[in-house]
Every structure is written in C-alpha cells, then in structure tokens.
Nanobody, 123 residues
Framework: QVQLVESGGGLVQTGGSLRLSCAAS????????VGWFRQAPGKEREFVSGISWTGTNTAYADSVKGRFTISRDNAKNTAYLQMNSLKPEDTAVYYC????????????????WGQGTQVTVSV
C-alpha cells in the first residue's frame, strides 16, 4: 500500500504560480512512477504530467507543456508539480497517483490515489 497526500492548492490569479506537493508513505516510494491528474466539474479526470521512478523521464499533456514542471525527491518521499502561467482553464481538483509502470496516462491504470487538492485560477 502507498498512501498519498496532496497539498499546495489554492486560489491564484491568471498568470500566477502554485506548487503542488504529493507526500507518500507506506511502500518504497522510489518503486513507483507518479502521475498528476486533474478533474474539472463535469469533465473526466485527465492526465497532466508523469515522472518515472528516479525522475529520469517526465511527460506532460500538451495543454501544460512549457508551463508545468514535475519533479520528485525520493529522499523526502515527495513529488511536486510546479505550475506557472496559470490559466482559468487549469481550474480543477488535482490528484497525484502512483503506478509501478512508466508511461501510463490513463487513470484506471494507477494503483494509488491521493484525496486531491483544489486549484482555482481567477480571471
């Protein structure tokens, strides 16, 4: 079992920045790839970004490429999502998730999930 807890969400103006954190406990964090997903009201949960076990590989949705940066610190059992140049369309609940396999962009393929953190970007 891996327990994940997100933090860092909040209300920010268009063009602002936030850094989300995903703190893990339980099994060895470095054995899992981490994904960030988001879900806006009335929409499906969508892939935002992913990072491999040691951080060598990263992936981004086209909608956030160049604005968001994913990273991880295995010594702290924490993954991060730095979000810059935020837009109103980035408003959603953001979730971190863990999977033992790299390259997954579909939510059902992730084994463990956090409770989510709300990000709201005002115009």
């Amino acid at each position: 079992q891996v327990q994940l807890v997100e933090s860092g969400g909040g209300l920010v103006q268009t063009g602002g920045s936030l850094r989300l954190s995903c703190a893990a406990s339980g099994r060895t964090f470095s054995s899992y790839c981490v994904g960030w997903f988001r879900q806006a009201p009335g929409k499906e949960r969508e892939f935002v970004s992913g990072i491999s076990w040691t951080g060598t590989n990263t992936a981004y949705a086209d909608s956030v490429k160049g604005r968001f940066t994913i990273s991880r610190d295995n010594a702290k059992n924490t993954a991060y999502l730095q979000m810059n140049s935020l837009k109103p369309e980035d408003t959603a609940v953001y979730y971190c998730a863990a999977t033992p396999t790299w390259g997954r962009r579909v939510a059902p393929l992730y084994n463990y999930w956090g409770q989510g953190t709300q990000v709201t970007v005002s115009v």
